[in-house]
């Protein structure tokens, strides 16, 4: 009821809620990184000859000088793979654990509204959005330096329909329908604003009479 303006009783209805989730989960992660050893050259722990592909003669106690390892590689090894904190010291295999951030955050809000309108007719519309951001464990990029795989979610709805009686023995329902999903997934080593996803959208109308 609205003073002055409307009155609703008995024929107009609302209801609005909201809904938030915080959830500051964690994921156990056990990885295999290089060893400190093989970050040095040391490769006494493989098997088999290692060759210098420059002379082609076997590298004396399968040790590279550190002279002849890329600087690329020697980059990579100290920017994408943490250091190894678990296992014995060479191991070269399950030689990281990590208790990893993986939080989901979630925020939705819905409402419907009803209309009387006299003893024949009722009408209603309703609406939902979510928005949903959920952090899972870096799987394409095989490294937890280049951070979660952030995943936000877009989710909503919209509903009305129309109930007219014609006759005792005849109702007609009018119903609209509206619906959409955006799906996004991307990480900290891509560009700002990078990023795959996908939409989906859906509509209808229902007319029925029984």
């Known amino acids: 009821m ?3 303006l409307y009155n609703g009783r008995d024929k107009t209805f609302f209801f609005v809620s909201y809904e938030a989730l915080k959830l500051p ?3 156990f992660l056990n990885e295999s990184v290089p060893s400190l050893a093989l970050r040095n050259g040391d490769l006494s722990s493989l098997s088999g000859t ?4 420059s002379t082609g003669q076997p590298f ?4 590279i000088p550190i ?4 600087p690329v590689a020697l980059a990579a090894l ?25 939080p989901i955050t979630s925020n939705q809000g819905d409402f419907r509204v009803d209309q009387n309108f006299g003893g024949r007719q009722t009408a209603f519309v309703r609406g939902t959005y979510k928005a949903r951001d959920v952090d899972n464990t870096p799987s394409a990029t095989g490294t937890i330096l280049a951070g979660a795989t952030h ?3 877009i989710d909503y709805a919209l509903v009305a329909a129309h109930n007219f009686i014609i006759s005792p023995n005849l109702v007609n329902e009018l119903r609209l329908g509206f619906s959409g999903q955006r799906i996004l997934a991307s990480n900290r080593c891509r560009r700002a604003g990078a990023g795959q996803g996908h939409r ?9 009479a029984a």
């Open 60 to 63: 004396i106690n399968k040790q």
């Open 25 to 27: 989960r964690q994921t």
């Open 151 to 153: 995943q936000p979610e």
């Open 78 to 102: 100290k920017y994408l793979f943490p250091l190894p904190n678990t296992g014995a010291p060479n191991a070269i295999s399950n030689n990281f654990s990590t208790n990893f951030a993986t």
């Open 2 to 4: 609205l003073p002055h």
């Open 67 to 70: 002279g002849q390892i890329s």
């Open 50 to 53: 290692i060759l210098d592909p």
């Open 200 to 208: 989906n959208y859906s509509f209808r109308i229902h007319p029925q």
